[in-house]
């Protein structure tokens, strides 16, 4: 008996921990969804690849340090400086493009709250001005990164950018906030339809925002 029972936690334990942390959630629409803003193949590899690369290589390192359940992705970005440079840089990804596919939508008919509005027409003019912005940051970033519209601690809102997979909610950032839109500007997110030309991607991506979600997140984050 007790050996069946010690047989049985063990392989508990082992289920445990043989657990992935981290999984992709399904893209909400189809490869070809966003055409022709973002074409398919873009989206079918930067989805299967670049994104399933990120949490793959996200759960060995954790398991390889022995962190596998560590918790969640706030564990991890509120403690940032005490991981590997692999976990930051895989952790960030998965994060961020998970963010990144939710924020994208294929209905081009979606409209921000009417809340969320008034707040970018407050920290930013107009919707043009906020675009404007968000897009120069985007354009401006130099190398791989990411440009956001965040909630700042004081509850404004902000544009900022961060390079590589670093994100605003990681501990050690320098501008640090909750992201509500994120636009990836890897050039592995434009670069087969768009080549060299970032500026036309940043152009074309405002026509498949997904307001509704990012209104969302917005409420979201000024409850926090
Ligand atoms: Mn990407």
């Known amino acids: 008996m007790k050996t069946a029972l010690l047989t049985f936690t063990v ?55 022995g962190m596998e359940n560590c918790g969640d992705m706030s564990v991890i970005f509120s403690n940032m400086s005490k991981y590997s440079s692999v976990i930051r840089n895989n952790a960030g990804g998965h994060f961020n493009h998970t963010l990144y596919w939710k924020i994208l ?20 003019k107009s919707m043009d001005e906020f675009k404007n912005k968000l897009n120069k940051e985007a354009a401006g970033r130099f190398g791989s990164g990411w440009a956001w519209l965040i909630v700042t601690p004081e509850n404004k809102l902000a544009v900022v950018s961060t390079p590589n997979q670093d994100n605003p909610l990681m501990s ?29 991607y940043l152009q074309a991506i405002w026509n498949i925002i997904n307001w509704e979600t990012v209104s969302k997140l917005y409420d979201e984050a000024m409850l926090k």
């Not at 508990?12 to 193949?41: C, K, R, V």
């Not at 640090?176 to 994120?182: A, S």
């Not at 500007?185 to 080549?195: C, G, N, P, Q, R």
């Open 11 to 65: 392989l508990l334990i082992s289920i445990n921990f043989s657990t992935a942390q981290f999984s992709q959630e399904p893209l909400p629409y189809a490869f070809n969804a966003l055409e022709p803003f973002i074409d398919a193949q873009t989206m079918e590899i930067h989805y299967t690849k670049h994104h399933a690369g990120y949490v793959a290589k996200l759960n060995e390192a954790l398991k390889e340090t």
């Open 105 to 124: 939508t294929p209905d081009t008919s979606v409209k921000p709250s009417a809340k969320l509005l008034k707040a970018i027409e407050v920290d930013f």
């Open 172 to 200: 050690d950032s320098p501008v640090k906030g909750t992201p509500i839109l994120g636009i990836d500007v890897w050039e592995h997110a434009y670069y087969l339809k768009y080549k060299n030309k970032r500026a036309d």
